[in-house]
């Protein structure tokens, strides 16, 4: 079972930074997707930030040039560095782990399965 636990969400001014963490265990190192959304009060929820096992890398079009995705395997860790903060990115971020089996010893990523607590990241102007 995935246990994903984030930590790191505050206030900050507009145009500060945070970064987000994401402790993750219970994931398959060879056929994995994590990602980071975001909701907002009366928002549908968003994908912020992808990454897979092959290293590929998304980010939603809100947050493209001022968020970055990484990961560190040593400590089971999913991060996200948030900077040039604006109040619209006020939201409840989560981390979330996809849903993987294998089929003809093929990887294949099905949903978003499995979701952390949430972070609340606050930019005020």
């Known amino acids: 079972q995935v246990q994903l636990v984030e930590s790191g969400g505050g206030s900050v001014q507009s145009g500060g930074s945070l970064r987000l963490s994401c402790a993750a265990s219970g994931f398959t190192r060879s056929c994995y997707s994590m990602a980071w959304f975001r909701q907002a009060p009366g928002q549908e929820r968003e994908g912020v930030a992808f990454i897979n096992h092959l290293g590929v890398i998304n980010y939603g079009d809100s947050v493209t040039g001022r968020f970055t995705i990484s990961q560190d395997n040593t400590k089971n860790t999913l991060y996200l560095q948030m900077n040039s903060l604006i109040p619209e990115d006020t939201a409840m971020y989560y981390c979330?782990?996809?849903?993987?089996?294998?089929?003809?010893?093929?990887?294949?990523?099905?949903?978003?399965?499995?979701w952390g607590q949430g972070t609340q990241v606050t930019v005020s102007s």
């Open positions: 979330a782990a996809a849903a993987t089996t294998y089929m003809a010893s093929r990887c294949m990523i099905q949903d978003y399965r499995f």
